[in-house]
């Protein structure tokens, strides 16, 4: 009896010096609480499904629409391809990034306004599962808005007579990849740094969106006179697009070399900023 009395307090002694030193029990990665708190994420838009997927979709097909019925007959061809295959891979990639960083942060600023954000700071997560797992949310309704809205824009083509082909596959999954990540990541910053939904709605307004619509979504950056010319290869977004639309068209207006380094350069950098905001607990364990 003592002996077994014995090896239950060292075992208790041992637990209890882990406890105070921070060591955990789950290995060099919780993938369990990781895929957890990943689940969670899906599962929260997928709750809103109209809200979160199918309205984006209408938006970006509002937008085909009113380009082609509108504008269509009267734009000419850009580097000879027509006007509306031109648009739609902008479209595409303008979905992908914006619910990203919806999602993302959106999550974040709920969970703080509502005061539950303590509900996935007391789990046994590092800020590295908490980045990936917050990332891989954002990610995965990006992609999943990206694809309902090239399939339901390619539908849109083909009953005008245009097709949707994909001319350098490695484009396509590499900018959208990007761009979802990318964009999830700066939702993480941007969600840790506002305190009131105002704030976020001031990033999203005066940061996502010029950054989106100044980029090239719907005209030629090779058309833009000097300086704006210049400006543009600046702006980050601008290689996103240009690379994904790339991967449809088979042309692209930068060098897709430089566009790699670009981004990831940037998932680098807003992965790394993304991490340090959580491992400090910036603004969410105040």
Known sequence: MDVAADKRAEEYGALKNAAAFGE????AVNWLGLWTLYVKEVRRFLKVL????????????????????AFGNVRPDVGGVP????????????AV???????????????????????VLMPPLSAAELTVAFVAGAATRGIMVGIITAVTSAGFMAFNGYALR???FWAVIYF???AAVMFGMLGVIGGIWAEKFDQLAAVTNFIITPLTFLSGTF????????????????????YLIDGFRAGFTGQAEANLAIGIAVTMALMLSLGSGAYLLLRAGYKLKE
């Open 24 to 27: 955990r029990r789950f290995g």
């Open 176 to 178: 959208s990849f990007s």
């Open 83 to 94: 006007f509306i295959v031109f648009l739609t891979p902008g479209l595409v990639m303008m």
């Open 219 to 238: 005209y030629s950056v090779n058309s833009l006179p000097e300086p704006f010319r210049t400006i543009t290869q600046y702006n980050p977004v601008f």
């Open 50 to 69: 109209f809200q979160t997927v199918i309205a984006p979709v209408i938006s970006t097909l509002l937008f085909l629409v009113v380009f082609t019925v």
């Open 166 to 168: 994909i001319e350098m």
């Open 97 to 119: 990034l914006t619910n990203a960083f919806t999602n993302s942060s959106s999550s974040l600023i709920i969970g703080k306004v509502q005061g539950s954000i303590v509900d």
